[in-house]
C-alpha cells in the first residue's frame, strides 16, 4: 500500500520526529512504501496567494506535486503538535493548497458549494498523530477536543476518507523516558492495527 506521511513539527529532535521515524519503521516492515514530506524540512510554501484562490493562474509546481501525491495515496499519516487546538500554521497551509476543488472534492453539477461534495481520494484509512501539552482532561472539558473536529468532520470525511483514527500523546512537556517509549510503542500498534502487512506472494 502506498502511504504519505506528513510530518509537521519544526525541531528534529522532537517527540513528533520520533514519532514519524517509528510510523515509517513500521510500514517497511509491514510491506508498505511510504512517501514522507517534512513540511518544515521542505520549507513547504504554505501562503495562497488571491489568485490561486481565484483559479486564474495554475498552481505551480511544487503544489502540483503534492496534489499528485496525495491523490495517489491509499493511506494516510500525519503527524503533528497541537498548537493553540489546531494543527501548525504550515500545515493549514498544506491543506488550503493541497486539498484542493479537483483533487481531494468536487462538487456535483449545478452546486455552487451549499451541498455535500463528493470526496475524490482513494483513501480509506486515515491515522492522525499529535502531541500536547495539556491534559485530555482540559483539553475535552475546556475545549471539546478541537483537533478531532477539524481532522474527521471538517476535513477528511468530507474528502471521502470515512475512517479516521486519531491519538493524542501527552503531557509531553512534563513525560518521562518511559512514558514516550510507552507512547512509540503504541504508535507502532497503532499503525500494525490502521495498515496491517501487505499480503505476500506465495
Given at each position: 500500500?502506498?502511504?504519505?506521511?506528513?510530518?509537521?513539527?519544526?525541531?528534529?529532535?522532537?517527540?513528533?520526529?520520533?514519532?514519524?521515524?517509528?510510523?515509517?519503521?513500521?510500514?517497511?516492515?509491514?510491506?508498505?512504501?511510504?512517501?514522507?514530506?517534512?513540511?518544515?524540512?521542505?520549507?513547504?510554501?504554505?501562503?495562497?496567494?488571491?489568485?490561486?484562490?481565484?483559479?486564474?493562474?495554475?498552481?505551480?509546481?511544487?503544489?502540483?506535486?503534492?496534489?499528485?501525491?496525495?491523490?495517489?495515496?491509499?493511506?494516510?499519516?500525519?503527524?503533528?503538535?497541537?498548537?493553540?487546538?489546531?494543527?501548525?500554521?504550515?500545515?493549514?497551509?498544506?491543506?488550503?493548497?493541497?486539498?484542493?476543488?479537483?483533487?481531494?472534492?468536487?462538487?456535483?453539477p449545478g452546486d455552487q458549494g451549499e451541498g455535500i461534495p463528493e470526496g475524490l481520494l482513494g483513501i480509506e484509512k486515515a491515522?492522525?498523530?499529535?502531541?500536547?501539552?495539556?491534559?485530555?482532561?482540559?483539553?475535552?472539558?475546556?475545549?471539546?477536543?478541537?483537533?478531532?473536529?477539524?481532522?474527521?468532520?471538517?476535513?477528511?470525511?468530507?474528502?471521502?476518507?470515512?475512517?479516521?483514527?486519531?491519538?493524542?500523546?501527552?503531557?509531553?512537556?512534563?513525560?518521562?523516558?518511559?512514558?514516550?517509549?510507552?507512547?512509540?510503542?503504541?504508535?507502532?500498534?497503532?499503525?500494525?492495527?490502521?495498515?496491517?502487512?501487505?499480503?505476500?506472494?506465495?
Amino acid at each position: 500500500m502506498r502511504i504519505l506521511l506528513i510530518l509537521a513539527h519544526p525541531e528534529p529532535k522532537s517527540l513528533n520526529h520520533a514519532i514519524a521515524r517509528r510510523v515509517m519503521e513500521t510500514l517497511k516492515k509491514l510491506g508498505h512504501s511510504i512517501l514522507l514530506h517534512d513540511l518544515y524540512a521542505e520549507q513547504f510554501p504554505c501562503v495562497m496567494s488571491g489568485s490561486e484562490i481565484a483559479g486564474r493562474n495554475p498552481v505551480d509546481s511544487v503544489i502540483e506535486n503534492h496534489c499528485c501525491d496525495l491523490q495517489n495515496a491509499q493511506g494516510l499519516v500525519i503527524i503533528h503538535p497541537n498548537w493553540w487546538g489546531q494543527p501548525p500554521a504550515i500545515l493549514k497551509g498544506w491543506v488550503d493548497r493541497v486539498f484542493r476543488s479537483g483533487v481531494a472534492y468536487r462538487f456535483l453539477p449545478g452546486d455552487q458549494g451549499e451541498g455535500i461534495p463528493e470526496g475524490l481520494l482513494g483513501i480509506e484509512k486515515a491515522l492522525i498523530l499529535n502531541t500536547s501539552d495539556t491534559p485530555r482532561e482540559r483539553e475535552i472539558s475546556n475545549m471539546g477536543d478541537p483537533l478531532e473536529a477539524i481532522w474527521k468532520k471538517c476535513i477528511l470525511e468530507y474528502c471521502g476518507i470515512k475512517q479516521v483514527t486519531r491519538r493524542m500523546f501527552g503531557v509531553v512537556i512534563t513525560s518521562t523516558f518511559e512514558e514516550r517509549e510507552k507512547w512509540l510503542k503504541e504508535t507502532e500498534e497503532l499503525v500494525v492495527a490502521t495498515y496491517p502487512a501487505e499480503p505476500t506472494a506465495g
